[in-house]
């Protein structure tokens, strides 16, 4: 069973840092593309960022610069390091893969960056 946990999430002020986790279990973790998206009520799901299983890396054009993903595959982890971050970051963000053609999601954490 495929299982994606996130965690990291919290409230901070305008130019802080975060880091998120994202811990994945029931698959083999280093054959698989590896994403963050986040989600704000009343808007789509939006990909912030994506790691291949070569460690490439590609970004919405809102956190270039900011953001920067990073994987584990001994510990089976993906992560998400948020700098100067703006109140336009805040959001629930969500782990993400495809296994078997179906998109899995992790039950997301809460990021909050008042304005």
């Known amino acids: 069973q495929v299982q994606l946990v996130e965690s990291g999430g919290g409230l901070v002020q305008p130019g802080s840092s975060l880091r998120l986790s994202c811990h994945a279990s029931?698959?083999?973790?280093?054959?698989?593309?590896m994403d963050w998206f986040r989600q704000v009520p009343g808007k789509e799901r939006e990909l912030v960022a994506t790691?291949?299983?070569?460690?490439?890396?590609n970004y919405s054009d809102s956190v270039k610069g900011r953001f920067a993903i990073s994987r584990d595959n001994v510990r089976r982890m993906v992560y998400l390091q948020m700098n100067d971050l703006k109140p336009e970051d805040t959001a629930v963000y969500y782990c993400?893969?495809?296994?078997?053609?179906?998109?899995?999601w992790g039950q997301g954490t809460q990021v909050t960056v008042p304005s």
């Open positions: 790691i291949s299983v070569s460690h490439s890396s």
């Open positions: 993400h893969l495809i296994y078997r053609s179906i998109d899995r």
């Open positions: 029931g698959i083999n973790f280093k054959f698989f593309p």
